[in-house]
């Protein structure tokens, strides 16, 4: 026992380490006890037990070995040092736990692996488990296999990866312990799970009896994805997900939409090991491939094709061997041989992926032009080879041989090529299937569908076909254009029958056809971007696309048809062919015809005066004829006739210039005012260019030939006019037609012109004797630059010096010039916000299509063999020679094709060429060529590209200078994409070249930073990026250094730390250290090219774009315009520009530009502030949250600051000295007056800049930034602003740091400006900020954080308290017990305070407290003088002035607040308290009387005060008033005289974007909509109102919900006045059954989607609307009319059903609405068009025949439908189909045999059933009773109920006859009685059916009590009945009214009106309604109804089954006798007090 006291006194971990086993184990029992109660997982206690862990699980007695696994596995889950031992303790897991004999152990052990994996250690974990697989224990294999399958199981394929573990699988199966074959197999099954049939391959060759078994499991699996089932800590959110799904039954596919959990397709090909191929083969395959014997020739290919069959091949240099193949395919003459080889590259296509890219365009023209050979199996050979090598490049890459081929003469080539294009369309998608593709392949293929052979027509079809399947209609329809209505339909038709490789349709054409409109600028974006012929098509993609749904809320276009304007020029045809999508056909008219339709229109005096001799009176005439047209319709203008009258003799030949002036303006104005047509625009075009040289008259020519351009369209008027005006001599019409261009190209933009066209007219002119013609055309050239840009001049190279020194002064002036955006053009052909997007999109386009439109040699015929062979010469002269005639092959032809023989490979062996002179003579071949051929150079990059690369390790620096020049040359034309995908660069890197290392490194340094996105690729060059930065050579370590930033930037720090996992330990460190100092200096990425440019610039490709537009607009000196687009670049604003330029800013005028400090400091870039949010909120720049802030947040804000502030300043503020920073707030202060926009715009930029201050130790800059601060929040104060989220969560939680500081003005100034904030920005979210301030260290923080809390509680009373009052309460209340006095006393002051303003209910509030701390505070109140209740006036006073602002019409002005405030700190509140605008609204729906008198201003939820309306007058008949001309307004007042249009007016400001607008357009129609005998001026528009309140609903749900700047509590106040006013229109159920079923189906829609939005559920007031608009919908679904919300609900359930993006929950409440209208129906059958509703069920049923519906996941659907249907049969009976007459062919409907099955089943049920519960005295009935027998019995029952004693009795009978033979006819015995006996007997059967059938089950459902059904009334010649309750009283009518006039009464309604009442059953249906009749304030009695309401039908949510009796009143449920009197007169107290 001496012992263990000795161990018992030790610290735990000192027992853990103990000899003895006792003494560890009860250490690791109490250390299972500490780390189960250490709550901080960063607690410094767990760093102790760090090196003992391993000891823990490897601890060599068993029993301690099992307490110390316990321990281990829960310090691993609440340790966040734990990851730092998963190498060790795995380690000892795997060799000392899992061979443990104990169950337990081996459990325990499996739980800590996987533990290690949830705390993201995946790797190491897996990585020891499959080092436990070589293990010599089998246990141990066995255990760590089990624990492989349980992780895999548990957290998926993208956690654990398969690929090491697939590759140890096969070892796994020969195991000769069957244990472990189990296990592998298990195993297997679970891999099988995740990643289906891509583990086949791998596992194709284990023993056949294994493999089937396996396969025999696998079967057995269910098809549904796996889910991953536990989650990593970084994986929370996915967690709580899957927790809910759970929850809520385990929905299946809760997840399916959701990206994150779906399962990621795991391609085979990835799990495969790499065979090297090149080694093995045959050593005399060179001889044997050449041999003359085909027999030889047979067996070396057969060698190849042996080697290709392997899956995956190592990537090595095939061009030899594809060569040979190549050779074999094109020239043997042996087909079979032909076929064998095209295997062989089928082959090595498939097993070398995107490797063998570099090969496709060698073989492709080859594969193409050999399809000449008939034979099926060369045929197909040929096919499965061109498809294997298409799949490993791009249709890109390849398009110029596939276009070649075309022309070919023979069919069969013919054929085969369009049908290859067709299967590679297949392949692609819009983005990748781009115009400028599409524009060539579609004019080959429409030369195709002429052909002669029908084979080449069919194939040229398909192709078509395809190609519009995947690009849609909008992309291809443009090149269609020529194409008759057979052939088009015929590619239509191809097209349906296309199925695209990516399964569904990606293209446009689905689009097209839902939504015509909108899909217009959708698709052109698609094909537009990927157009971009540059590797950031996917920058110019992410942009527009983003900016779509903008565009598309935009609303539909203006005009009737769409931007087609746009959409021609896009598509990059000709304008010719474009306009024509949108031009007015027109035949030409005789003339005859044309003087007939004239007439019709003109004067006979005008026509007959035409061609008068005199021209006084043609002049007459030509006035008359200007003022009929003036007044012409746009529908009745004859153009062509009118403009063939004017071209009438004398026509343009007119000699009198008065006469030909008017006659030139009147053509205007028939081209602006009528349909004008080419066809008429001809007919005039030739006079009008003939007069635009007059000096008299060429005015008006160029004013009707713009009339023209605009009608139809610029690019073919300017074609037309142009050559018109050059096959004239006059010059003076040359130069001013091309002066007219001029201006027209800047006036209509420059999309859609056909440049070629021009730059051959302009030549002309060039050349012209006339020195005004040759100024005018270089005046065009300017302004043609300023759209196209450099790419111009290259078209006039080869002018003379002279001329062409000219054109570049020209260039020159325009260089520092944006073009101006389109002034014309646009409106009449787009309309709609869309434009911005497309037309950016174009003029991407314009600079790429340029480079198309030059004139490219085909040089490959020069490239001949006997070249090729000299240039691989052994003699190095020879090969010289060789090199030098390429020169100047290239030279000549300027611009060439891309097809150049066999030239790359002959210029790649070059570049290894011994001799260094040559290797930089290809170097500069290489360099030219790649200007010379364009972007088309990017299919030479794998071939050529990359070598060039591998000259970048040439030990001669020369050459490594030309290599670098060369590939600079290359990317600039091909983008960096090419370059950094596959695996060529991180082969270049691997190779330990101390100078290819340095040169590839810093070459990637430079290229990176300028991109704004990379391929994944990238990551594989990070292994060998960490190997040099541990290189020999200290410069590749630096150039490593250097890069390691920018691949940081692409690849981001995660991935770039994971990719160390692989490194030694040692190397381990060091690298993440270096990663660590380069995420500090991390840039960011480059930014899109900005919004504003695409207008501003106008349409200036980003590529050209020579100055930025935010620097235009800022107006700053002309020499900043210079350097700023350099600025922009750099930091990636242009995405186009080269990385070196970006960099060189200029200095020189650097140095000016910092003397020059005039102009503004902060300059407004138009959404600047917007994209900064929205990049810190995609994470694209660095969060702003810091405890210091380190280098990288300094230099991040520096660069946001670049754009917008001016240079100078900049320097000032980031200066290191802080007078600087001194002389920066001293010019700040000088210009916050003169510049607020411009601080405004930038202060997120300021406010961060300032919180770097709060940080700087020097006083003088703190005092002088907090002095900067109060006048900035007090401007802003004055401006109105509100600070953004973001604003203040970068800049409060700073802010208050300084609250804690020791100097007492610092103190003070902070929290001045803190009360300052309050004004700007809610207190109840400051409150959140300053609470956490109090959990600071710094006492004095918590103090006067404790303190501020106090004087916002009293300032903005208990609201302010956040989250709720009760928590922060209870928060503040700890401080009661700090250590620190002042922080003690500030709590206690703090609470004291909020019991001032709360009373008594603070400790509750509190909750428990020490006895120490409550007789503290106890103490504290008792001493505190102040009473509770001065409280609440203090409150009322303080917020009046914060409701204030909220709009206009609140302008009563309040009194300033009561000077009796006690703390001090409020008097700086007191100088300007101000409206905190929409943050005090409190409970929404509730009207708290108390608290309404107290507060003598506050209205609870802030509305517009109403006007008081003399609706009176809208009654009176209507007088026409005085036409006056007078501002529309909105209020009904102002024009009694038309109702309807005031209406109207007011019902179009609800779906207004403004809220507060569409609140007060609300409040005007709720005025309407409570008063009775105005309410029914709404109606006819209710639709109308209907319409605007769900647009209203869908603009919040999309946009204010989204909008992080608007205040949710304004959209809860739309909310609520929305369902307000639903509410009082659907109590009236005249107006109610107005609604149409289209807009029910829309308003059901929109809230259904409101009840289930999430947002709204979080928000404060969420539940109490997603209340209300339950209460709503119920008043929807039983007001209404039933055909229409029947209908409504049936539409809306067949379109959720189908839409793949409907939540289950949202078809499951349509259902819900849906049962509840079966329950309605017994009411309401008679009031149903049944023929509609069945056409209706009929239309769903065809959408959905029942299997289909058996599918659907719920079985819902199928069950409603049925109980709908049986529901109608049961009410109906066979009458039910005399009403399908609304269904066409019946015989064919689900729904007529389904009606019949259910009379059937309900005949046959009821023949078989006999009644056992027959009430007394009802007569039992023999079921073969005859007819006369039957007619007596009814006789009977009929006798008994019209008798009054009988009457119940009889009822009951005739119910149970009924009951028995439900298809016994009653007819005759009703018929001869009165309408009300019929109606009678009716209800009183009703009622018995609802007293048996669960007494009163309906009522329950439907929430009308029994009372309401059945209230039958009196009559004295037929019976008296009494109806019986529920309770089985009786009840009369007379209860019923006693009942209503207490209501009216408690309502405050005057009982007098009885007679005008409705009839009392439908007084009683409409329960909820009280017409309130004072207007005053309309929102109080909305409140109150909603309120009552609300209590009536608390649990009447659709899914309630609970009983509850509307019937009972509309007060609340706490419905004492409340004294009226007094309630009017508080409520009159309130009023007054108000005014």
Not at 902 to 919: F, G, H, M, T
Not at 1280 to 1292: G, P, Q, R
Not at 1353 to 1361: D, K, L
Not at 1893 to 1901: D, L, Q, T
């Amino acid at each position: 026992m001496g012992d263990d006291s000795e161990w018992m006194k030790l610290s735990i971990d000192q027992k853990c380490e103990h000899k003895l086993w006792k003494a560890r184990v009860n250490g690791y029992e109490e250390a299972l006890k500490l780390f189960q109660k250490i709550e901080d997982e960063k607690s410094p206690e767990w760093s102790k037990y760090l090196g003992l862990i391993k000891k823990f699980v490897t601890d060599s007695n068993a029993v301690a070995q099992l307490k110390g696994l316990e321990a281990a596995l829960a310090y691993v889950e609440n340790a966040h040092v734990a990851g730092k031992t998963t190498g060790e303790v795995i380690s000892g897991v795997v060799n000392k736990v899992f061979n443990q004999p104990k169950a337990r152990a081996k459990e325990l052990g499996i739980d800590i692996c996987l533990m290690y994996i949830e705390i993201e250690k995946g790797e190491p974990v897996q990585e020891e488990l499959l080092k436990g697989l070589d293990n010599k224990n089998p246990k141990i294999i066995v255990a760590c296999i089990e624990t492989l399958r349980k992780a895999l199981s548990d957290f998926g394929s993208k956690i654990i990866s398969l690929k090491p573990i697939i590759k140890v699988l096969p070892k796994l199966f020969e195991s000769r312990e069957k244990a472990v074959r189990d296990e592998a197999k298990l195993l297997a099954v679970e891999i099988y799970r995740w990643i289906r049939d891509a583990l086949r391959p791998p596992l194709q060759n284990i023993n056949s009896v294994q493999l089937k078994e396996l396969e025999e499991e696998w079967v057995k699996l269910p098809p549904a994805a796996p889910k991953q089932t536990r989650f990593l800590r970084s994986q929370q959110e996915l967690k709580a997900k899957f927790e809910q799904q759970q929850a809520a039954g385990g929905d299946a596919d809760g997840g399916g939409d959701d990206g994150d959990e779906v399962v990621p397709q795991v391609d085979a090909y990835e799990l495969l090991e790499a065979v090297e191929i090149l080694s093995k083969l045959p050593k005399d395959f060179d001889d044997k491939i050449e041999a003359k014997k085909w027999q030889e020739r047979k067996e070396a290919l057969e060698a190849v094709e042996m080697l290709v069959k392997n899956p995956k091949l190592e990537a090595g240099d095939y061009a030899d061997l594809v060569k040979a193949l190549k050779k074999v395919v094109g020239k043997d003459t042996n087909v079979m041989l032909v076929a064998l080889a095209a295997k062989c590259l089928a082959g090595l296509a498939t097993g070398l992926r995107k490797k063998f890219g570099q090969y496709a365009g060698q073989v492709v023209p080859t594969i193409l032009e050999k399809f000449k050979e008939k034979k099926p199996q060369v045929v197909q050979a040929l096919q499965e080879a061109i498809d294997a090598i298409f799949l490993t490049t791009t249709l890109q890459n390849i398009s110029e041989d596939i276009l070649a081929v075309m022309d070919n003469k023979n069919p069969t080539i013919k054929q085969q090529t369009s049908l290859f294009i067709a299967r590679s369309f297949r392949h692609c998608t819009p983005s990748t299937l781009p115009k400028s593709l599409l524009k060539p392949f579609c004019a080959a293929l429409l030369k195709h569908i002429n052909d002669s052979a029908p084979e080449v027509r069919d194939a040229a079809f398909e192709a078509l076909g395809t190609a519009l399947k995947v690009a849609g209609e909008k992309a291809v329809n443009p090149f269609l254009t020529d194409v008759d209505k057979l052939k088009l339909d015929r590619v239509k038709e191809c097209a349906e029958k296309v199925e695209l490789a990516y399964g569904k349709n990606t293209g446009g054409g689905a689009v097209d056809k839902k939504e015509c409109r909108p899909a217009a600028g959708k698709t052109l974006v698609l094909s537009g971007a990927a157009g971009d012929k540059d590797t950031k098509d996917t920058s110019a993609k992410s942009g527009p696309l983003k900016k779509m749904p903008a565009a598309k809320s935009g609303g539909p276009p203006k005009k009737g048809k769409p931007a087609a304007a746009a959409g021609a020029g896009g598509a990059g045809t000709k304008g010719k062919k474009g306009s024509e999508t949108k031009e007015i056909f027109e035949p030409e008219l005789s003339i005859e015809v044309c003087e007939e339709k004239a007439s019709a229109v003109l004067p006979a005096s005008c026509i007959q005066q035409l061609d008068s001799g005199n021209w006084k009176e043609r002049l007459a005439c030509m006035e008359e004829f200007q003022k009929a047209v003036e007044l012409m319709e746009r529908s009745e203008m004859p153009c062509q006739a009118l403009v063939r009258m004017l071209a009438k003799k004398p026509g343009w030949k007119e000699t009198n210039f008065q006469v030909m002036q008017m006659k030139l303006h009147i053509v205007a104005l028939i081209a602006q005012k009528g349909n004008f047509s080419k066809t008429s625009a001809q007919i005039v075009l030739d006079g009008l260019v003939d007069k635009i040289g007059d000096v008299k008259c060429g005015s008006n020519a160029k004013e009707a030939m713009t009339a023209i351009a605009e009608a139809c369209l610029l690019p073919w008027t300017a074609e037309q006019a142009m050559s018109m005006a050059f096959s004239q001599k006059n010059p003076k019409n040359q130069s001013e037609t091309l002066n007219w261009l001029s201006n027209a190209i800047k006036e209509f933009g420059f999309s859609g012109l056909n440049v070629k066209a021009f730059i051959s007219n302009v030549k002309t002119a060039l050349a012209a004797t006339n020195p005004a013609v040759r100024i005018a055309a270089i005046t065009l050239l300017g302004v043609m630059y300023l759209y196209v840009g450099p790419p111009l001049r290259m078209f006039f190279e080869d002018e003379k010096p002279a001329l062409l020194s000219q054109i570049d002064a020209e260039f020159e002036k325009m260089q520092g010039q944006t073009a101006p955006a389109p002034t014309r053009g646009t409106t009449k052909h787009s309309g709609g916000s869309g434009d911005d997007v497309e037309e950016g999109e174009e003029q991407e386009d314009i600079g790429n299509d340029v480079v198309d439109l030059l004139p490219r040699a085909e040089i490959s015929d020069k490239i001949t063999d006997e070249l090729v062979s000299k240039i691989g010469d052994k003699n190095w002269k020879i090969r010289k020679e060789g090199l030098d005639e390429v020169t100047s092959i290239i030279n000549d032809a300027k611009f060439i094709q891309p097809n150049i023989g066999e030239l790359p490979a002959a210029l790649k062996c070059r570049l290894n060429d011994s001799n260094k002179i040559l290797v930089q003579q290809t170097l500069s071949i290489l360099q030219q060529l790649a200007t010379a051929m364009g972007p088309n150079i990017r299919q030479h990059v794998k071939s050529l590209g990359i070598s060039i690369i591998t000259v970048l390790g040439d030990s001669k620096n020369n050459v490594r200078a030309a290599a670098l020049a060369t590939v600079n040359a290359w990317t600039e034309q091909t983008g960096m994409k090419e370059w950094l995908e596959g695996e060529d660069l991180s082969e270049e890197l691997k190779k330990e070249n101390p100078f290819l290392r340095q040169e590839l490194l810093g070459w990637l340094a430079d290229k990176l930073p300028t991109l704004r996105s990379v391929p994944s690729d990238l990551l594989l060059c990070v292994p060998h990026l960490y190997s040099c930065l541990e290189d020999r050579n200290g410069d590749v370590r630096k150039k490593a250094q250097d890069a390691l930033p920018f691949f940081m930037m692409h690849l981001g720090f995660e991935k770039m730390a994971k990719a160390t996992c692989k490194l030694k330990p040692t190397s381990k460190d060091q690298v993440l250290a270096m990663l660590e100092k380069a995420k500090a200096i991390m840039p960011a990425k480059p930014a899109a090219p900005a919004k504003t440019s695409s207008r501003a610039v106008g349409a200036a490709p980003a590529k050209f774009q020579s100055a930025s537009a935010p620097a235009e607009e800022s107006g700053s000196s002309t020499m900043e315009n210079k350097t700023d687009p350099k600025k922009a670049k750099a930091g990636g604003a242009a995405s186009k520009t080269k990385g070196t330029q970006g960099k060189k800013v200029p200095s020189k005028p650097n140095l000016k530009e910092d003397d020059d400090r005039s102009g503004p400091i902060f300059i407004i870039v138009p959404n600047g502030k917007e994209q900064r949010m929205k990049d810190e909120k995609g994470l694209k720049v660095l969060k702003w949250n810091f405890t210091t802030p380190r280098d990288e947040y300094i230099e991040q804000l520096k660069t946001q600051m670049s754009t917008c502030v001016a240079r100078w300043l900049q320097d000032e503020m980031f200066h290191t000295d802080f007078q600087h920073h001194n002389k920066a707030l001293a010019v700040m202060v000088e210009h916050l007056e003169s510049e607020k926009d411009g601080v405004i715009s930038c202060l997120d930029l300021i406010l961060k800049w300032l919180t770097l201050r709060f940080f700087d130790t020097n006083t003088s800059v703190l005092m002088k930034a907090l002095e900067y601060l109060k006048l900035l929040f007090t401007l802003l104060r004055q401006e109105e602003y509100h600070l953004t989220e973001n604003e203040a969560s970068s800049f409060i939680p700073y802010l208050i740091l300084k609250v804690g500081e020791p100097k007492d003005v610092i103190r003070k100034d902070v929290r001045a400006i803190l009360n300052r904030m309050c004004l700007i920005y809610p207190a109840s979210k400051m409150f959140t900020f300053i609470m956490e301030g109090t959990k600071s260290k710094n006492s004095k923080q918590r103090a006067e954080c404790l303190e501020e809390l106090g004087c916002l509680v009293e300032s903005y009373g208990m609201n302010v308290c956040q989250p709720t009052p009760g928590k922060a309460l209870k928060e503040m209340a700890t401080h009661i017990g700090d250590r620190d006095n002042t922080v003690r006393n500030a709590a206690l002051n703090t609470i004291v305070t909020v019991y001032n303003v709360h009373g008594d209910q603070v400790f509750k509030l509190i909750g428990n407290l020490s006895e120490k701390d409550m007789s503290m505070l106890e103490e504290r109140i008792k001493r505190s003088a102040k009473r509770p209740a001065a409280a609440p006036a203090r409150q009322a006073e303080e917020k009046p002035q914060r409701v204030q602002s909220t709009n206009a019409n609140t302008s009563v002005l309040r009194k300033g607040p009561a000077e009796d405030i006690s703390s001090k700190l409020n008097q700086a509140r007191n100088m300007n308290v101000h409206s905190e605008t929409t943050h005090t609204v409190p409970r929404e729906f509730q009207l708290d009387l108390d608290e309404i008198e107290n507060d003598n201003g506050t209205v609870q939820c802030e509305m517009p005060a109403l006007v008081q309306h003399k609706l009176d007058d809208i009654f009176e008949p209507v007088l026409i008033p005085e036409p006056k001309i007078r501002a529309v307004s909105p209020h009904f007042d102002d024009m009694h005289s038309n109702t309807a249009s005031t209406i109207n007016f007011v019902i179009s400001q609800v779906a207004s974007g403004d809220i507060n607008t569409s609140i007060q357009a609300l409040a005007q129609i709720d005025e309407v909509l409570r008063q009775e005998d105005k309410a029914e001026a709404m109606s006819g528009h209710i639709d109308q109102f209907l319409i605007a309140t769900f647009m209203q609903l869908r603009l919040i749900y999309n946009t204010h919900m989204a909008d992080e700047k608007l205040d949710k509590d304004e959209i809860v106040k739309l909310y609520s006045c929305i369902i307000g006013n639903m509410i009082s229109l659907f109590q009236m159920e005249s107006l109610a059954r107005e609604a149409s079923t289209g807009v029910l189906k829309d308003l059901m829609h929109g809230l259904i989607t409101l009840m289930l939005d999430s947002r709204v559920e979080d928000l404060e007031e969420g539940q109490q609307v997603i209340r209300s608009v339950n209460l709503l919908v119920v008043k929807v679904l039983e007001k209404s009319d039933q055909t229409n919300i029947l209908s409504a609900l049936l539409v809306l359930l067949q379109d959720s059903l189908l839409a793949t993006a409907s939540s289950p929950k949202f078809s499951e409440l349509v259902m819900k609405c849906l049962w509840r209208m079966v329950r309605l129906l017994p009411e309401t059958i008679n009031n149903i068009n049944l023929d509609r509703i069945l056409l209706d069920i009929h239309i769903f049923m065809k959408v959905f025949p029942k299997e289909k519906l058996k599918q659907c996941k719920s079985e819902f659907p199928i069950r409603t439908l049925k109980t709908l249907l049986h529901t109608l049969c049961k009410l109906k009976g066979p009458k039910i189909l005399d009403h399908l007459t609304m269904i066409e062919n019946k015989n064919e409907s689900e729904l007529e045999a389904h009606l019949c099955r259910v009379m059937k089943h309900s005949v046959d049920q009821t023949g078989s059933k006999t009644d056992k519960d027959t009430e007394k005295g009802a007569s039992r009935i023999d079921e073969k009773s005859s007819k006369a027998k039957v007619n007596d019995i009814l006789a009977e029952i009929f006798k008994k109920i019209g008798s009054k004693e009988n009457t119940k009795e009889g009822l009951a009978e005739l119910y149970e006859y009924k009951k028995k033979y439900s298809d016994a006819d009653i007819e005759p015995f009703l018929k001869n009685s009165s309408q009300f006996f019929q109606s009678y007997v009716e209800r009183g059967l009703r009622l018995i059916e609802m007293e048996r059938e669960g007494k009163g089950r309906i009522p329950s459902s439907t929430g009308i009590s029994p009372q309401e059904v059945t209230c039958v009334p009196t009559s004295t010649n037929t019976v008296s009945a009494s109806t019986g309750n529920t309770n089985g009283e009786e009840v009369g009518p007379s209860v019923y009214l006693e009942r209503l006039k207490i209501l009216r009464q408690r309502c405050g309604l005057d009982n007098a009106k009885q007679e005008d009442r409705p009839a009392l059953p439908s007084l009683l249906s409409k329960p909820a309604a009280p017409t309130v009749a004072s207007s005053t304030d309309m929102l109080h009695s909305k409140l109150s109804q909603l309120r009552e309401s609300r209590e009536h039908y608390q649990h009447l949510d659709l899914d309630s089954n609970q009983t509850h009796s509307s019937g009972t009143g509309t007060t609340s449920s706490s419905s004492t006798a409340t004294n009226i009197d007094d309630l009017k007169k508080r409520l009159e107290r309130i009023k007054s007090s108000r005014k």
